[in-house]
């Protein structure tokens, strides 16, 4: 069974740093591409990061560009997430998704495919 899972949410004041973590299992990842989203409430998902497994090539959103940086641990099945001069905008559910797909794209509408975490609440306090 192809599973992923976040680990890491949690509070944060505005200002810190704040690193989350997505593990999958049950699958090969060689040929996937795993990402980030995340949505506030009342606002739709947004594509935040992707890397692909092989290579580590990483797509980025403008939203985040320059304060986020994704990477993986081809060892752990894992991505992770650091997030750096955390904004209270930045309040969200995160989530992670793997995709059998060759190539990165933050654009929520491709990742229909994919599979998905359930999320974990990132809080950051002015």
């Known amino acids: 069974q192809v599973q992923v899972e976040e680990l890491g949410g949690g509070l944060v004041q505005a200002g810190g740093s704040l690193t989350l973590s997505c593990t999958a299992s049950?699958?090969?990842?060689?040929?996937?591409?795993m990402a980030w989203f995340r949505q506030a409430p009342g606002k739709e998902r947004e594509g935040l990061s992707c890397?692909?497994?092989?290579?580590?090539?990483?797509t980025y959103a403008d939203s985040v560009k320059g304060r986020f940086t994704i990477s993986r641990d081809v060892t752990k099945n894992t991505i992770y997430l650091q997030m750096n001069s955390l904004k209270p905008e930045d309040t969200a559910i995160y989530y992670c998704?793997?995709?059998?797909?060759?190539?990165?794209?933050?654009?929520?509408?491709?990742?229909?495919?994919?599979?998905w975490g359930q999320g974990i609440q990132v809080t950051v306090s002015s």
């Open positions: 890397i692909t497994w092989y290579g580590g090539h990483t």
């Open positions: 049950g699958l090969n990842l060689d040929d996937y591409v």
């Open positions: 998704a793997a995709r059998y797909w060759p190539i990165c794209s933050v654009v929520t509408g491709v990742w229909r495919s994919g599979t």
